[in-house]
C-alpha cells in the first residue's frame, strides 16, 4: 500500500469551507463583471447613437476587452472550483497531479483550485 498522502477528515473539511468561499465569491464576480459588460455595451450604443466619431469609442472597446477578459477569467475560476469541490472526495484529491506527492493541506486552503504541489508549480 503507497503511503497516505491525501488529509485528514478535519483538513479536507478546511478545504471544503475554502472552495465553497471562494466558489462564492468567483460567481459573485462573475455576476457583477456580466452586469458591467452589460453596462458598458449599453453606454457604447448609446454614444455611437449620439455620435458615431466619439472619441469614447475606443475607450468603451478597451474597457469591453478588459472586462470580458476578466468575465472569462471568473467563469473559468468557477468551473475550476466546482471541479474540485467534486472530486473532494475523491481517494486522490491532495495529490499532485503532476508528481504525485502531496498538494499539501495550507497550500490547498490558501490556493483550493489549485491541482499541483508548489514545487510543480513553479
Ligand atoms: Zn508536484
Not at 93 to 110: D, K, N, S, T, W
Amino acid at each position: 500500500m503507497p503511503p497516505f498522502q491525501g488529509l485528514t477528515d478535519v483538513e479536507r473539511e478546511s478545504v471544503r469551507s475554502a472552495l465553497v468561499t471562494e466558489l462564492a465569491r468567483a460567481e459573485e464576480q462573475t455576476v457583477s463583471l456580466s452586469r458591467q459588460f452589460d453596462d458598458i455595451v449599453g453606454a457604447a450604443e448609446l454614444s455611437n447613437a449620439d455620435d458615431e466619431h466619439d472619441p469614447e469609442g475606443t475607450t468603451i472597446a478597451f474597457e469591453r476587452s478588459q472586462v470580458s477578459a476578466l468575465l472569462d477569467q471568473a467563469i473559468r475560476d468557477v468551473a475550476a472550483l466546482q471541479r474540485t469541490l467534486a472530486g473532494l472526495d475523491d481517494e486522490d484529491f491532495g495529490i499532485c497531479e503532476q508528481c504525485a506527492g502531496p498538494i499539501g493541506f495550507e497550500r490547498l486552503v490558501a490556493l483550493p483550485a489549485t491541482r499541483r504541489c508548489v514545487e510543480c508549480a513553479r
